[in-house]
């Protein structure tokens, strides 16, 4: 009998509202977000509308935790309800959330469906495109190993780069990784933020101006995309849709060809990374 393949990710992985609602292989187990000693399910119970409205009231800031492993068997539960037999979990970095352990351990414990699961070594937009080239693999008639292995291959080239106005946000969450050599620096330095190859945060351009630091990540970005022929782009934003858009202008005029998706990152992003942020996740795919 032909695999029956599902894809489940975290809410940390922004899968592109598109894909959502093309296919129905796909399901998101939410994150938590505690705002005003309250929870939320992640872009369930709040979208990012509502959540950056309440953001500018809140007496102290929001947290977040990963989704538990009850909801993660939840949305098993489904994709078992839907006759799938194979799953493919796609996560967050391992670095910045412990989704993945999360996932793993369901994986481990269920026995009647087949399930691995990918540490994208990502964040946002930049993992929730591992998603994008699974289905893309999976529509050509890919087996369920070999979808594995070329989403495990592909980690180490894919990248996430993102420009926040303040770091606040990151450094109040604890998701500072590398970054943390720029607090208390020029006051005015605006810099470009990536995942490394191991999934960790770190500068990897600063600028004395916005329009500097975008310039360079969108340069950055343009680098990568040139230097590969299997690419999977996203543009997002944390309560800035006009930068977003200026992104986007700027990479769909160099790569015309290239689909690029656009999105708001989640509430259990937005977080860590306050509003302003744009970001762009650059998935490099493998074994074509």
Known sequence: MPEKIAILADSGSDVPAELLNSYDNIEVAPMIVTMDGKEYRDNVDITPE?????????????????????????????LRQRGFDHIIGITVSA??????????????????????????????????????????????????????????????????????PSLKYLRAGGRIGRVAGLIGSVLNIKPVIATDSDGIYFPV?????????????????????AANKSVRVGVVNGADVPLQEKVYDRLHADFPQLKIYRGSISPALGVHTGPGLVGVGVQIGEGE
Do not use: C, W
Not at 66 to 74: K, Y
Not at 128 to 147: K, N, P, R
Not at 218 to 224: P, Q
């Open 95 to 164: 670095h910045l959330s412990t989704s993945f352990g999360t996932f793993t351990n369901v994986a481990r414990e269920t026995t009647d469906i087949q399930m691995d699961v990918v540490n994208t070594k990502n964040i946002g937009i930049g993992s929730g495109l591992f998603a994008v080239y699974a289905e893309e693999m999976i529509d050509s008639g890919q087996s369920f190993d070999e979808t594995m292995k070329f989403l495990k291959q592909s980690v180490k080239n894919s990248r996430t780069f993102f420009y926040i």
């Open 50 to 78: 509502e959540f950056y409205a309440a953001l500018d009231h809140v007496d102290e800031l929001p947290k977040t935790a990963a989704p538990t492993q009850g909801s993660v068997e939840a949305q098993v539960d489904k």
């Open 205 to 225: 351009a600063k600028a004395r101006s916005e329009q500097k630091a975008i310039s360079k990540m969108v340069n950055l970005v343009a680098d990568r995309i």
